[in-house]
């Protein structure tokens, strides 16, 4: 079952396909518009060695033996994390095109509000909590919005919705415009990266068809997805390989009674368990709060028609369609243990080509990480993403 779960959330990349991007002057302004009426220190380790590649331009970020107790002065220390009923106290609901969609704004006791605002997007089956471990460090900083996607988290999950990466941006691009009101910083893992991605390059559209100021400020993509499942198909042995069993997996998920029962399998404590752990190169970072994290939602009604419509439903634009046209600060974070893009696939190889072939783009490779960065070692994603955000204007 585990090996099944696996297969429908390998993403690749397919051929073009008409997206946001590419629609009408009028139906891209159209997309702007205005709808609305505990505590641990889990896996972190603070004696990190970092070795960059000069030829490259990749970093590559490594576990070391402590030698001392010094702390370094670029060193950002690890903030408590949030509980999750911390989080669930201090969220708030937005009416996006008639559906409820829950968010959490934060600002640390010392935040600079001059600094640009981030946006945590969240990546397949996760929400809002999957961020308890950054939030506290970056509010330290930054304005810290995270947002649950539409059929996620304690966000709507309607009957019959049919979910498509282009209506994730559409909503990020909806929330910037009408809660957070100011260039922001786009900060997504997994397909929540690629949701930042189809954003960034709609926000840049809008700037070339009314001249209006950007609404996203920065891009930071965390294991960025190739599509939003298993149709875009690339040149991968590893796919070829299962690629009829995922068209068999797609096909019996629309069974009604058949999707029941295999949801039903998936979403108990130890498949979960199992699948999570085989995802982080931390295990310890695989605790009961991420398993409630992840299973509550999907107790939810409307869990199973959002899980049937996402896997099998179209993969959405390429990121490698995508990127040439994001001229904004990009850091990307890789962890090189992640099983679902691994870095020596095809959309882990062209992120990995991008910073030798463009200025505004920087890539860290963090060792010993999987597909959840920022939940796996956050620790080591803080130390990157923080004087990163640090060089951004502040307004």
């Keep these: ?49 970092y070795s960059i590649s000069s030829a490259s331009g990749i970093c590559r970020s490594t576990s070391a033996s402590a030698t001392s107790d010094e702390i370094r002065d670029d060193e950002v220390l690890p903030m408590t994390p949030l509980e999750v009923n911390q989080i669930k106290d201090r969220c708030n609901k937005w009416e996006w095109r008639g559906y409820t969609i829950n968010y959490l704004k934060y600002e640390g006791e010392n935040c600079q509000k001059s600094n640009p605002p981030v946006l945590l997007v969240h990546g397949f089956g996760a929400s809002v909590a999957h961020w308890r471990r ?57 397909v929540g990266s690629l949701a930042c991605v189809i954003a ?23 294991n960025c997805a190739g599509g939003m499942n298993n149709k875009a198909i690339v040149d991968d042995w590893r796919i070829k ?32 368990r199992n699948i999570l752990s085989s995802v ?35 993969p959405g634009p390429s990121p490698v369609q995508l990127m040439p046209k994001i001229k904004l600060p990009v850091l990307i974070l890789w962890g090189n243990e992640d099983p679902f893009t691994p870095l020596d696939g095809p ?21 010993g990480v999987g597909h959840c960065p920022h939940d796996d070692r956050p620790n080591l994603v803080h130390e990157k993403l923080v004087p990163w955000l640090a060089t951004l204007p502040s307004s």
């Design 241 to 272: 390989l299962i690629f009829p069993l995922l068209l068999l997996i797609d096909f019996l998920l629309k069974q009604k009674g058949i999707a029941s029962f295999f949801f039903e399998r998936v979403r108990q404590r130890e498949s979960l």
């Design 347 to 367: 959309v882990g190889r062209y992120f990995s080509s991008l910073p030798s072939q463009v200025e505004n783009i920087t890539l860290h490779v963090l060792e």
């Design 280 to 314: 982080y190169g931390n295990k310890d970072s695989v605790d009961d709060d991420l398993i409630q994290i992840i299973r509550e939602p999907a107790l939810d009604e409307g869990a199973l028609d959002a899980f049937v419509s996402i896997v099998t439903g179209p």
């Design 1 to 49: 079952m585990a090996v099944a779960v696996k297969a429908t959330a390998i993403l690749h990349r397919q051929p073009p396909v008409p997206i946001l991007t590419q629609r009408r002057a009028a139906d891209l302004l159209n997309v702007r518009r205005k709808i609305i009426g505990g505590s641990s220190f889990d896996g972190i380790d603070l004696s990190k060695s």
């Design 200 to 222: 960034a390059a709609a926000a840049f559209d809008f700037v070339e068809v009314d001249g209006q100021q950007s609404q996203v400020e920065g891009l930071v993509l965390l």
């Design 134 to 190: 950054n939030i506290p460090t970056l509010g330290e900083n930054n304005t810290v919005y995270a947002v649950d996607l539409l059929g996620f988290g304690a966000s709507d999950k309607p009957a019959g919705f049919e979910y498509t990466m282009e209506a994730w941006a559409e909503l990020i691009l909806d929330f910037l415009d009408e809660i957070v009101q100011r260039p922001t910083v786009l900060i997504g893992n997994s």
